[in-house]
Structure formats: structure tokens, C-alpha cells
């Protein structure tokens, strides 16, 4: 048992990382995960770590890469505009297999959007930036998951080498709950013998380079396709009350808190209602969905505070076999950034499809 | 009387002539048209003699074709 | 009569051939910066960082650890390693003008305002050398580019950079110096100013940049010899050669 403190989801972030064995944090201000800036910025020089603010998104995501690429764990976090920025460099994460965590603790977009929650990252989380890659995806919706989703991100970055990406949203972020400080260990990595750690005289020299110079091109591709289908084995959901359900909830983040209490509240009066939550959104839970919609009757309901993201993905899963339907961002009870999708909303869209 | 001596790798050379242009003791030229596999105008060691082997031509060189070699000199017997 | 090798490839070169083309400024630097690596016992505890163009090539040939990403992030990779490496390793950066003080002068000048204990080499050559010649913060009034055809017009395009004087300024910068690659007594001065700023990275001093001015013959649309005769009659009156600041706190 770890030791048990209350914090946010940001500072989950922080102690994430440490648990991890990442003493190294590359970041910039921005709302709303300035907390997670201002964690490490005290607690890093504590621990013998180094935090370094940079001078733009872009930088620390560079900052980043020279990092990790050097065998040591780094991390950054960031939200909406700085993800954007950070896209170029992380697309040369992916070329150069060099990897890397990055939290992104969404608010709303597109361009500046607002400093509040929301879900509009998805399909950049998922797609990545240019090129075409894959990344690992994680979807934390409490502030323990957090915690334990930014461990998992280092142990499958490395095991794949492939970038580690935490998607939480704001108010995943600024909520406080019960943690669990604990080291979560999940299996053996293989040695780093790609790292640039400087010769010594004892082994011939490494180049880490971003694009196709040293391999061809369709070499290269072809690796990673291979790598990809590997990491299909990795996917991860909750499924509550799936298995009877007429109606299943999908929905990741906040609104998954939300649906929960929407499972509860139509059970009591008689709905057959379940909610399939993703915990990796890359590799996305297809198969689960496919073989649910197989089931006669079966209705699926996309909760998500966007203009229909992870629906592109529900839809690919269930291939026609089953209707699926959105709830989204123009469903939150206020017409402000601080509007949310709230369960009596929610609900009320259940009896209208059921 | 040469005291040093330099080879120039062909397929390494690019014919950019630096090693004419700085020799302190003008004794690298290109000699006719020779031209190597790679269709480089490539130079030699056109007057050997006059060679000091003082490696100028060697780190001028942007394209790591050339070595250069000094002449052990014969003690002065007493 | 027996004789001895005085020079051949560098410890810390690869001889990839055909990356550079004739007479490239870039190739001269390159060895300098193996012999310096070499005579100063450096090559193996070095994480080099390589520039997005043709100084990227030079980075193929150096024998040692290296990594780049993309263009202009060099001194922020290199902050990368250096920390999270607890300062061990010595880092230096090998860029291109663009490269170092167009899309990557938030990196450079920041690198050099947190006093990172890194080295930064640009070279200039007066334009973009991968992409065929297009006009670099460091082009010349009049010169002709792809992008400036009619030639630089300081109304329409700006006024050419000075990165060493530009990286003097900030206070985190502990030397900054400009040398030539247009002759023997240039690069000799050169290696010299090289090794100073190697040397206040080793003296943990802070910040070290040096500028180098090497020629683009392809892109010049000159010959190797007439490429190096204008860096002397033409490069040099805009950029004057010496050293702009060289400063110890420590001693």
C-alpha cells in the first residue's frame, strides 16, 4: 500500500512521473495544466531532477527528444495550442522510434478556443501529427489514473518505442480525489541500445535520426506497420453492465464520469443501459465493439464534448451492424467554455433512443 | 629532394581544387584532363620534389581524399 | 627511405563519399571538427546534435553519438541531453544560417539567455543550401537568390543578420566569435577560436557560439576558387571576423 494523499489530477501528473523513476520535466505555461509546470518546478529539484521552463512548445518538445533520446525519462505536458505546436517534433518522435511521454490536458479548441475542459484532441491524439504514425493513447478519467496512466505511458513508449500519450481534460486535471502514491511496475523493458549516451570507448557511436536516410523508406514503413499490429495487443477498456445492455454508452475523460452515473440512475428505472469505456484510444477497443453490436437490438451512444471525434472510431469498429448515435458538445447546459454534459442530459437522450 | 609525399583517393575526390589553389609549394595541378571513374577533373602530385609534406592540402580538403607522408630524414653520420 | 603519415581521415570522420558538393565550406569544418574533438580528447564523450540540411550530411561523417529532429530545434536537443545526462556529456550543435537563426532563433537565443552549457556552430553561407538556394537571414544587399531574383532588397526582404553579434548581447552567452573556412591562415584562426569556445563549455562557463563563414559554390553559382574569393572580398566587410565576447565567472 502507497502512501495515500489528496491531490489534483495535475499534480497526479507530477507524481506519476516520479513513480516512474522520470526525474526530467521540459514544459511552458498554459491553461489548465499550469499546475502540473508549477509540480515539478518544486518537487524535481527536491528529488536531484531537472526542470527547465522553455521558450515555446516546440522547444520542449525538442527538449524533449534530446532527452529521451539520450536513454533518460522526460516528460511534458501541455494543452490545446501548445499540443499543436509540439506536432512537428513529435512526428520526428515517431520517426526516429525515439520514446516519450506527453500529457495533454485538453481545453476547448480549435486556435486558442477556451481555458476549459473539453474533448477536442481526440483525432490529433489518435491521427498524430503529419506522417501517419501510431501512438500509444491513454485516457485517464479519475486523478489515481492519472497517476498510474502516465506509468504505463513510459513502460509502452519504451517497450514500443513509440510516443506515450495521456489525454485527460480539464476538469480530469483541476479535480481533487484520494491518490495512491505507488510504483506500478508492469513487466521487464528491453535495453536502450539505441540511446545516445556518448561512446566511452567501449562501443561504436549511435545516430538517432529523424526520416528515412540510413533505412529506405518502405523498409521502414513496413517495420512500423508491423509494430502497429503488434500494439494491437495492448488495448485496454471497462466495460460496466455491457453484457445485457441494450443501449452501451462509449464515451473517454469526464463524460465517462458522467455516463456512470447515467448507467446508474437508467438502471434504476428499468433501462438496460451499460457504458464501454476506452482506456487506450490508441489501439482503439474494436473488436469488444464489433462483437457487441453483433447482438440483436443493439443501440450505441457516443458521449463526448466535441463535434464527433471518437464516433469516427466507434463507427469503424461497428461497421453498420448497429446504429450509433452522438451527444456532444452542443449538448453542455451552458452555451460557455464552463458548460458540461451533465447526466440528466444525458439521460434524457437514453429514453429518447432506447 | 621531396620531403613528403601525398596520395589523393580518387573516389573521393571532387575536383574542387582547393589543394591546388592552397599549396604553399605549388606541387599539386591538374595535369591535362584527367578525369577519375566518378567524372571528376581530378589533380595529382604534379612536381614531387617540392612536396614538404605539410598536410595543408589534407585538412583543406572538404572531401577526406588525401594522405599525406613526411620522409624519415637520414641522420647526420659524425 | 621510410616515411611516416601526417595526415589522414580524422579519428572522428567517416569517409562517406559524394555528400557534399565540390568545394563545400561544410567539409573544411567538418574535419576541423574531428581533429579539434580528437585533440582535445572529446570524441568519446560527446553527444553531437545535427542541423536539418546540408550540415546534416556533415553530421553523417562525424564518428561519433549524434541526433537531429527538425529544423531548428538543435540547441534545444542539445539542452535536452546535456541536462538530462546530468552534464556529463559534451554537446555541441553543427547548423546551417536558416537552421540557427531563422526558424530555429527562439531555440538559439533562449539556449543562450539560460546560459546552457552547450556549444552552438553556424555556419554561414549566405542562403539555403539544400533547397537550391533560397534567401537565408544571413543573404547579402543585392544578392541574388530563388527568392530574391532582382537581389535583396532591404524594403521588401530585410536587412542580412549577425548572428555572433546578436548572441554577444545576451548575458548567458560566455563567447561568441566568427571565423573564415576561405583559406589555411582563416581556418587555422578558426580551429583556434573553435577550441576556445569547446574549452568554456569543458570550464563549465555557460553558453559558447561560434559563427563560420564557408562557401556554397553550387548554390553561388560560382567555382570553388571564386566562392572563397567572395567570402574575402564580399562576405567579410558585412561580417567581420574576431571574437565579439569571450568573458569567464568562474576564474
Not at chain 1, 142 to 160: G, H, M, N, P, R
Not at chain 3, 160 to 183: D, F, K, V
Request: proline fraction near 6%; include cysteine; charge should be neutral.
Amino acid at each position: 500500500m502507497g502512501e495515500r494523499i489528496w491531490a489534483n489530477g495535475n499534480q497526479a501528473v507530477g507524481w506519476g512521473a516520479v513513480s516512474a523513476g522520470c526525474l526530467h520535466f521540459f514544459g511552458y505555461p498554459i491553461t489548465p495544466q499550469n499546475e502540473v509546470t508549477e509540480w515539478f518546478a518544486s518537487e524535481l529539484p527536491k528529488r536531484g531532477g531537472s526542470f527547465c521552463q522553455g521558450e515555446s512548445e516546440w522547444s520542449v518538445a525538442a527538449m524533449l527528444f534530446g532527452c529521451s533520446g539520450a536513454g533518460v525519462r522526460a516528460i511534458t505536458s501541455t494543452s490545446g495550442p501548445g499540443w499543436g505546436l509540439m506536432q512537428e517534433v513529435l512526428s520526428g518522435f515517431a520517426a526516429a522510434e525515439v520514446p516519450g511521454v506527453i500529457v495533454n490536458i485538453q481545453r476547448g479548441g480549435p486556435g486558442q478556443g477556451t481555458t476549459l475542459h473539453a474533448q477536442t484532441d481526440y483525432l490529433s491524439a489518435t491521427r498524430g501529427g503529419h506522417g501517419g504514425y501510431k501512438s500509444i493513447v491513454l485516457a485517464p478519467n479519475s486523478v489515481q489514473e492519472i497517476c498510474d496512466f502516465v506509468q504505463l505511458a513510459f513502460y509502452l513508449s519504451e517497450k514500443y518505442r513509440v510516443l506515450g500519450i495521456v489525454l485527460a481534460d480539464a476538469i480530469i486535471g483541476q479535480m481533487a480525489e484520494p491518490l495512491e502514491i505507488k510504483t506500478r511496475d508492469f513487466g521487464p523493458l528491453p535495453e536502450k541500445t539505441w540511446a545516445t549516451t556518448t561512446m566511452q570507448g567501449k562501443r561504436p557511436l549511435r545516430q538517432i535520426m529523424p526520416g528515412w536516410v540510413i533505412k529506405p523508406y518502405v523498409t521502414g514503413m513496413a517495420e512500423f506497420q508491423k509494430k502497429y499490429e503488434k500494439m494491437q495487443s495492448e488495448v485496454k477498456y471497462e466495460a460496466i453492465q455491457v453484457d445485457d445492455a441494450e443501449l452501451v454508452l462509449v464515451a473517454f475523460g469526464y463524460p465517462s464520469r458522467v455516463c456512470m452515473d447515467v448507467v446508474e440512475m437508467a438502471r434504476e428505472e428499468g433501462l438496460k443501459v451499460g457504458l464501454l469505456r476506452p482506456l487506450t484510444l490508441w489501439p482503439f477497443p474494436a473488436e469488444v465493439l464489433h462483437k457487441k453490436a453483433s447482438q440483436k437490438g443493439v443501440k450505441f451512444l457516443v458521449v463526448e464534448d466535441n463535434l464527433g471525434q471518437m464516433i469516427d472510431d466507434v463507427n469503424l469498429a461497428v461497421l453498420g451492424k448497429a446504429p450509433v448515435h452522438h451527444l456532444g458538445v452542443t449538448a453542455r447546459h451552458l452555451p460557455t467554455g464552463s458548460g458540461m454534459i451533465l447526466p440528466a442530459r444525458v439521460l434524457e437522450e437514453v429514453k429518447k433512443l432506447i | 629532394m621531396a620531403k613528403g609525399e601525398i596520395t589523393i583517393n580518387e573516389m573521393m575526390c571532387q575536383g574542387c581544387g582547393f589543394c591546388v589553389q592552397y599549396c604553399p609549394s605549388n606541387c599539386v595541378a591538374f595535369v591535362g584532363e584527367k578525369m577519375s571513374a566518378r567524372g571528376y577533373l581530378v589533380p595529382t602530385l604534379a612536381k614531387p620534389e617540392d612536396c614538404t609534406g605539410c598536410a595543408i592540402c589534407g585538412w583543406m580538403c572538404p572531401h577526406m581524399a588525401i594522405e599525406v607522408y613526411k620522409f624519415q630524414q637520414e641522420p647526420v653520420k659524425k | 627511405m621510410n616515411k611516416e603519415k601526417v595526415y589522414s581521415l580524422p579519428k572522428y570522420r567517416i569517409a562517406y563519399p559524394g555528400l557534399l558538393c565540390p568545394g563545400c565550406g561544410h567539409g573544411i569544418m567538418a574535419n576541423l571538427m574531428a581533429i579539434v574533438l580528437e585533440e582535445m580528447d572529446l570524441g568519446e564523450k560527446t553527444v553531437h546534435v545535427g542541423g536539418m540540411g546540408c550540415t546534416g550530411y556533415v553530421t553523417f561523417t562525424l564518428k561519433v553519438d549524434s541526433t537531429s529532429v527538425t529544423h531548428g530545434t538543435g540547441p534545444a536537443i542539445a539542452t535536452g541531453i546535456k541536462r538530462g545526462l546530468n552534464g556529463k556529456p559534451f554537446v555541441f550543435t553543427y547548423q546551417g544560417d536558416g537552421d540557427a537563426i531563422a526558424i530555429g532563433a527562439g531555440a538559439l537565443v533562449n539556449a543562450a539567455a539560460r546560459g546552457e552549457k552547450i556549444t552552438v556552430i553556424m555556419a554561414n553561407n549566405a542562403n539555403y543550401g539544400t533547397t537550391g538556394g533560397q534567401m537565408a537571414p544571413t543573404t547579402l544587399i543585392g544578392q541574388k537568390t530563388t527568392t530574391t531574383p532582382l537581389g535583396r532588397d532591404p524594403e521588401l526582404h530585410g536587412y542580412p543578420q549577425r548572428a555572433a553579434e546578436l548572441i554577444a548581447q545576451i548575458e548567458g552567452t560566455c563567447y561568441s566569435a566568427r571565423g573564415s573556412t576561405h583559406n589555411p591562415a582563416n581556418v587555422t584562426k578558426t580551429k583556434k577560436m573553435l577550441k576556445a569556445a569547446f574549452q568554456k563549455q569543458l570550464d563549465g562557463e555557460g553558453f559558447s557560439f561560434l559563427e563560420v563563414l564557408t562557401a556554397c559554390p553550387t548554390d553561388w553559382k560560382k567555382t570553388p576558387a571564386e566562392s572563397q574569393k567572395w567570402i574575402e572580398e564580399v562576405m567579410m566587410p558585412v561580417y567581420p571576423l574576431g571574437e565579439f565576447k569571450n568573458i569567464s565567472r568562474k576564474k
